[in-house]
Nanobody
Framework: QVQLVESGGGLVQAGGSLRLSCAHS????????MGWYRQAPGKQRELVAV???????NYADSVKGRFTISRDYAKNTVNLQMNSLKPEDTGVYYC??????????????WGQGTQVTVSS
C-alpha cells in the first residue's frame, strides 16, 4: 500500500511564505514524477508544479518565480517552497505521484490534501 502524507499547510498573510512537504512510503517500485496540484473553491484541480525522476521541474505560469519544487531522496519527500504568496494561491494542495510497476505500466496516486489560506 502506498502512502502520500502532506504537511505544512496553514494560514499566511499575502506576501508570506509556506513550505509544503509530502512524504511517500509503502510498496513503491519506481517513481516517474511527483508534484503538487491545488483546488480552489468552485474551481477545477490544477497543476502547480511537478518534478520528474530526472529532476526536471515544470511550473504553472501563475507560480513561476515564486514557487520551487524539490525532492529530498534521503527523507523520501517532495517539497514545495512557496514565496510571495497571493490570495489567489488559496486552496487545497494535493501531493501527486506517478508511479511505475515492474511491467512498465504506470498509475497515479494522490495524498489527502492540505489547506493553504492566504489572507489579503
Amino acid at each position: 500500500q502506498v502512502q502520500l502524507v502532506e504537511s505544512g499547510g496553514g494560514l499566511v498573510q499575502a506576501g508570506g511564505s509556506l513550505r509544503l512537504s509530502c512524504a511517500h512510503s509503502g510498496s513503491i517500485f519506481s517513481i516517474n514524477a511527483m508534484g503538487w496540484y491545488r483546488q480552489a473553491p468552485g474551481k477545477q484541480r490544477e497543476l502547480v508544479a511537478v518534478i520528474t525522476s530526472g529532476s526536471s521541474a515544470n511550473y504553472a505560469d501563475s507560480v513561476k518565480g515564486r514557487f520551487t519544487i524539490s525532492r529530498d531522496y534521503a527523507k523520501n519527500t517532495v517539497n514545495l517552497q512557496m514565496n510571495s504568496l497571493k490570495p489567489e494561491d488559496t486552496g487545497v494542495y494535493y501531493c501527486y505521484a506517478n508511479l511505475g510497476r515492474p511491467d512498465r505500466t504506470t498509475y497515479n496516486y494522490w495524498g489527502q490534501g492540505t489547506q493553504v489560506t492566504v489572507s489579503s
